[in-house]
């Protein structure tokens, strides 16, 4: 049974002790979420929802970052809690691969970001000389629209929010995975290019037959490429199914809200919602603000 | 590298400044090399000579001529720091990084190790294990014992910012940028600590040296090896300070200073350099 | 369970296991220590004296006995554990039959007041220093402070305290530059007491203080240096933050939270005494006493005194383990 | 503030101590001082036994203490009988009897461990004290220096209170605080810490021995013992006048202090100011290791020395040199000195290839002819004088006559490296104790660096607080430190010379008792020995024997003799005069000898101090 | 500065360039992020800055908000604000910028996520940048703040809580918050809801357009959501290699884009319930250290004529009421 699946959670969730050090209180970050990817039929698995729904969290315990609190999440039809051997995490490295939430965090400001790169190349692709590795990368660059030689060298302060976004991209295609793990890979790039990475996704999954857990704010790329979508709120799925259905026609009372919610982009149509908005959560405070 | 070189000296004032200080200290001791006379034996100049044309920095009551004495100490007193000093370097860096990075269970045993060694008084231990070793150890052992007793204050600190490192996205990053664990340590939580490597390397060497000198004050270092510590102890037998005979130990202290000022300055910059962000900050300044 | 209670635990394990080991190195160090206890009385008793082999014989005989210096190791070892249990430490050898803790009763206070002041107040101008000097780096005031700080530190204790004790005690005789107290005053809860105290205490602390100031000071500037660059601090600056507020919520409390760890542990190696500093001003404290200790083979009183500082140091750690993750919220209980 | 709060400074004599470890245990009796013991005042100004010997000598030299005469002894010396003073009295009132020193011989032979209960389960038979003033020792075998257990040249068996000793339970658990006093000043208070302790002269000084003995009342109330911390805190401490006595220091310390300072006095008016220790500093040959066993290695490390430079190294020229193994002060010059420079001109040495004369009588006057340029007029120029301050002559360093006496025994020279007969380097550690005795090491250093020069590589070895212990388990190769100690005040050698037989040598790794530390064996000095114990304390002969052993420990060279240990002790006139000096030698002055209450009550007070 | 009191103008940037200058350890690295830009914003209205990513967006922000650290440089051109008819320059008059800070001005850092203190609750925050422009006793400040949060979904918990046991979502969020507490009369903002779900975006959309309506107040506000800057940006500018493509009339930009530029931005957005391929745009975005001659477009656009790689376009009117730096403005169409 697992073993035709990919990837495969089990009634995952995962705890955060909250409140004070004395407290035993916690909250429950991921709540009982199930779901699985097929091995043969390679699609883009979108998470959307509530920020601080536990997306990120979610995507941590697949990595194997976070241990899940309850249930099991398989790899392959291997539990990811049991890889603990030097080659088994390398092997698991090589099929699943992360692009992580925060560009500005993900890379270490005080090493170069080729560094990254390279090793990538080198430890996955085992790119053995330095020319080797350049190339590797830089095609890994190429297809985001970067090249080696902006990247060469540079820290990550010395790129844009963007810039950083679409070379962590480029360095996840490097070791060609099965499983890409990308949380809002492209929430700070320009639409033109968000869409070359979106489009780069589908390509990937067409022609490499990568599988991609795509987490986004952004429901119109969602609807543009996802196969599939699971909707969370509170750490908890409340809908799920293929894409374009649960977006054409969302039945969950937060799906339906958040897809009204999202903007067109049309100055019309848009400020108004805004209008509407501002009116509904009512008057503003009627105060005057006394300054200091 | 020239280069690199060459930038600092010219953007970084301090860089300069330690560079000179440090340049006389390597002179100073470098000439060491060409002393007149042999650096142990005594009474071979006049005693007590001030401070004069003839004998820069005067001469001791043991007849020793004070500028060849203070070159050959600070080259003894440096080389036994900098052993001390780079030993548990080494040590508290692998520690920290490693058992912080790990976590853990190896995490605790480290610890209780490192928490052990810490614990030991340092000044009657190297004591009783003078007297234990007596012959044996000689200024290298004796170097080595302090090393190992001098890591682990560090290590707690390196092994601090470890652990918080370890949380860093960054660091997971890295992990699935296929970076080795040796890898992570040395090119990604490395320079974060480097900061701390410095200001404990200078606080290491001061107190290996601090070591030496207390160890000389209490009797316990080889008297006929020229240190700051043995320069202390012989002006201390002849009491140098009520004698009226301040070049003594004024020389050899002023020389101490410029060294760790030197050092200072140079760990300043250096560390600047290796934090792209001030290094870049310095630069528009 | 609660989270805490199992951390707890398992750091004091580890208090335990760091307790043990450390007194059992100690006492075995102490132990092949060749200075024999018996021969130092020995020669105390017959060094000046016309001294008949025979009697010295017998003298050894009597006072290895009275000692009870002889048998097996492992059998010290248990008797060890079994006084150090009960706060014991047994006879002083050299003070024989005063015990050990009266010994050090008497010296503990002089050393364990003068150090923790003038570690705290080291501790207080080092970092404030140091932190300032990070964050204001173009002040000409700060930079001067650096350089004096850190042209200081790498002076040997025993010259500094040499240093002022001729320019206190000589050039400009002002403070008394020997002893614990005035001489001929009787311990009380009095002024004339205190202030005799404090008096005393001046000289030894300025020097641990200028000595001890340095270290502080490079660490709390290189950690300050650090954190300027961080968001937070930058992004408060650009929110108009006042400077006072950012310099003390922002930069220094972030880089205070290693050197809390710092302060504690130097708090903790208060009772080992600070030896050079009592030597050169003839301080009644633990560091004299250990050293006379150590010299006359009287392992019983150094056994003493290192039990005290291994289990004041893992104390320490102990405490700031525990307390650290209410300090640093970011700490994981693990 | 006052440097003492409460008592008036223009009555206080204070005199350096050390910090007691144990401060508030007063048992002389008993080993509870620690490390620092007996330089506190306890033993110097509270305790009283039989005799004193000043060290400086003189025809004064013996001073009957509790005794009213010296003892008398039966014809072979099995029966010591001693007559007590009347009158004298505990400060706490009780009288002083026989009780007393019968109790303190039974006490301590009943309890292993204290202080003199050894020489006296050694020697002592039984004790009869016929009446209070009438004390009989019968000894287990004849012992014609038994008295010496109760004469004090740095201390000796003090008498215990019976009356408070009875009631102590243990003795040797008893602290005695505050302690009764047999002598002339009681205890006022003392320091907790440890730093001071404060003695006051006894409203009845006149019932002791010493006050019986004083001509005027001393004027001396108060004596503070004070540890006055390291060597410059006390120089300080002096100039600022809260520090009357100080023991020792540096050469180089004692001459600033006495070209600084108006107020300062010492033991000689000019250079070299120091005072000459009965202690014989000299380079220990461990004749027990190869190949320091042979004589001829010995007399070559000797001729290798330049004693001039040694003199000039350790205190600046300013030492008492000795080539005989008896230190030159006290009355030595004048019993061994003086009438052996005859012989010690002729003695002649075999080198193997020629016979030298070794001895230079003159290079003390070498030496002060080197230090007259920087101390000019403070030089004496009469010739016995300048025995009397500089010692009398030394071996003259001779490397060649070294070389032929290396050669002899077999030693190879390659390079300018000594090898030993089987072809090893000839190499020397050169132990020394380092801290305590600073002139000691610098001395050492002096000569390592002559031996190294002339082929035998040469390391200073600092030994610190092991160095007793190395010493007498024989761990050494050589070293410099004293084997040789004497009354000072008295021709008499035992007090070293008993020791030396070889009836008590150990073999090495064993302790060998004190004294014979070099373990030199031989059959003559054995019946050197036998013929000294043979014959009475006060006996003419006791010279003659002595001078025996001297020439004999010149032929073989078992140790080196240097010099008198120098002590530098500068004494503050400001509140008081009359300090014991060269001139005046009335009383021995270090503060740790027990003798130095001859000192305290001896002393005026200034007219001119300043009144508080 | 010719600034007239009670100008409509708010801020006016004029010939402004600021660039990164490295020239560090051997490597002379100028990156030209801001490139001559001259541009006015006027009181009471939204600006939206878009574009192309790393075009210089964050860089231009942080030149208006003074925010410049080494190694970026203002290599010419000046920045004035008009605070309640007091002009600042920002970078003549550091004193009264910095006093002007979050009173009158306040930024929304892009990364916002980070800009909290790690150790200390977010209340402080509010305490140090806020409280004292607000003259409200504690208590009243307190209550003030949850109920600013309450409008951003925030619950006053939050106020008790360490950064790190937040979402990004939810830092980015308070960050917001933090910066219109005080309501004041200049927003600077870039990025703020790249975290965000829409709903909470709308939310946060609503707060912002909100604040500036009572407070009649400017805002620039940097975004990559086309559909943001739809729904409140009055006018909208386009960015491109550091320099200024277009600026306009939002509407008149999302109707009728002048520049090439922008109409592949325009054309490129997806729309649920669209799924048509979208193409982007060819080539890589160039690089700013060495940027190409002429218009910076020209190697990318469509409609280049050779003109374009050999003359600097500059701004000029536009038809729709805007301004464009392009030869063949409003050429071209999306299909
Ligand atoms: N280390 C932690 N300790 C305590 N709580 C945590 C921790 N990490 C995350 N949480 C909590 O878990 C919840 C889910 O966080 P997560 O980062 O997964 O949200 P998200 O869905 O990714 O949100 P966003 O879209 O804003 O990034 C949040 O409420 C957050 O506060
Ligand atoms: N500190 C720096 N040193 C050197 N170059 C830098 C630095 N910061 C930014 N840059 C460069 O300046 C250019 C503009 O960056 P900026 O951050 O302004 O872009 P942006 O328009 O905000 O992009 P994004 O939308 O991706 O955030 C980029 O090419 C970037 O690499
Ligand atoms: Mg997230
Ligand atoms: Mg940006
Ligand atoms: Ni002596």
Redesign the interface.
Known sequence: MSGEHLLQLENVSKFFPIGGFFSRARMTAVDDVSFALAADRPEIFTIVGESGSGKSTLAKMILGSEAADRGTIRFDGADIGDISSRSAREAFMTRVQPVFQNPFEAFNPLTRIDEYLYATAHRFKGAKSRAEREALADTALQRVGLSIAEVRGRYSHELSGGQLQRIAVARALIPEPKLIVADEPVSMVDASLRMSIVNLFRELRDTLKVSIIYITHDLATAYYIADRVIIMRKGVVVESGDARTVLDNPQHEYSFALKNAVLPPDPREASTIIRQRRQDVGAPVAREIVRA | MF??LR??LR?NKEFLFGTILILIIVGLIVSSFFSPYDE????VVIPDMPPSAEFWFGTT??GQDVFWQIGASLRNTLLFGIIVAVVSRLIALVVGLVSGYI??RTD?II??IN??L????????L???V??L?DQMTWSMLAVVAALLGWT?DS??IR??A??LR??????????????TS?ILV??HL??VM??V???T??NL?WA??LE??LS????????RPT??GM?YWA??????????WWW?AFP?LF??I???GL?MLAMSV??????????????? | MNGFLIYAGKRFLQFLFVVVTGITLAFLIAHFSPVDPVEQTVSLLTSFGSTDPQSVEILRQSLRELYGTGGPLIDQYFTFWGRVLTGDFGPSLSSFPTPVMTVIGRALPWTVGLLTLATIIAWIIGNLLGALAGYFRNSRLLKLAGIVIMALQPIPTYIIGLSLVILFGFVWPILPISGGAQVNLTPAFNWAFISSVIEHGILPALTLVLVGIGGWFISMRSLVSNIITDDHVVYAELGGVRSSSIFSYYVARNAMLPQVTGLALSLGNVFGGAVIVEFVFNYPGIGKLLISGIYSGDYSLVLGVTTIAIIAVAAAVFVIDIIYPLIDPRVKLG | QDFIAGIPRNETLIIQGTPQQNADWFNVWAPGGGGSANVNGLQQLTTDTFWFINPEGGPDAWQNALATEPPAYNADFTQMTVKLRKGIYWSDGVEFTSDDVAYTVKTQIDHPGMSWSAPFSVNVASVENPDPQTVIFHLKKPNSRFHTVFTVRWNAAWIMPKHVFEKAGDPLAFKNNPPVSLSAYVLQSYDKAGNWTIWKLRDDWQRTSIGMAAKEPPQVKYVVYRAAGNPEARVIEQRNHNLDVINDMAPEGMFAMMRDSKSVASWLKGFPFAHPDPTLPSVLLNTKKPPFDNKDVRWALALMIDIRAVALGSYRGAANLAALATPPTGSAPDDYYAPMQDWLTNFELDTGSRKIKPYDPNISAQIATMVRGQWGDQIPTDPKQLQRTFGFGWWKQDVQAATELLQKAGFKKSGNQWLKPDGTPFTIRLQVEGDAIPTLARAGTVIAQQWSQNGIATKVDVAGPTNGQRLSTGDYEAAIYWSIETWGGHPDLSFFLDSYHSEFIKPLGQIQPPRNLQRWQDSRLDQIIAKNRSIAFDSPDVTKVGQDFLKLAVEEMPMIPLMAYNKFAPFDTTYWTNYPSAENPYSASGPNWANIRYMVTGLKANPDAPKN | MTLVENSRDALTIDGLKCYYVNDYFGVRREIRAVDDISLTVRKNEIYGIAGESSSGKTSLIKTLAGAIRPPMRVVGGTVNFNFDGKPIDVYGEPQKMRAARWRHLSYIMQGSMNVLNPVRRVKHAFNDFASRHMGLDQAAFRQRVEAHLARLHLDPHVLEAFPHQLSGGMRQRLTIALATVCEPEFIIADEPTTALDVLVQQDVLALIKEVQTRMQASVIFVTHDMSVHAAITDRLAIMYAGRLAEEGPTQAIFDNPQHPYTAHLIGSLPRIGDTRTRKSLQGKPPALSNPPSGCRFHPRCPIAIDRCSKEVPVMQQSATGGRVACFRAGEYKIQ
Do not use: C, W
């Open positions: 280069k690199i930038d600092l953007y142990t034996a005594i009474y009551s043991r976590g853990g605790q610890m209780g928490d052990t810490g614990a030991l008084p340092n000044i009657p231990i004591l009783l294990l007297f234990v007596r204050h707690r600190l601090s910012v652990l918080s949380q860093r996205e960054f660091t997971r990053h890295a992990v699935f940028s296929g970076m080795r890898q090119r990604e320079p974060y900061p701390i410095f200001f404990t200078m606080n001061i040296i601090g000198v207390t004050i209490l009797g316990f270092s080889d008297i006929n700051i510590g202390i201390n037998a002849h009491s140098a300070m009520v004698a009226g005979i130990v202290m101490v200073v060294l760790f000022l200072f560390n600047e350099y290796i934090d792209p962000r001030s290094r870049l900050a310095r630069m528009g300044a």
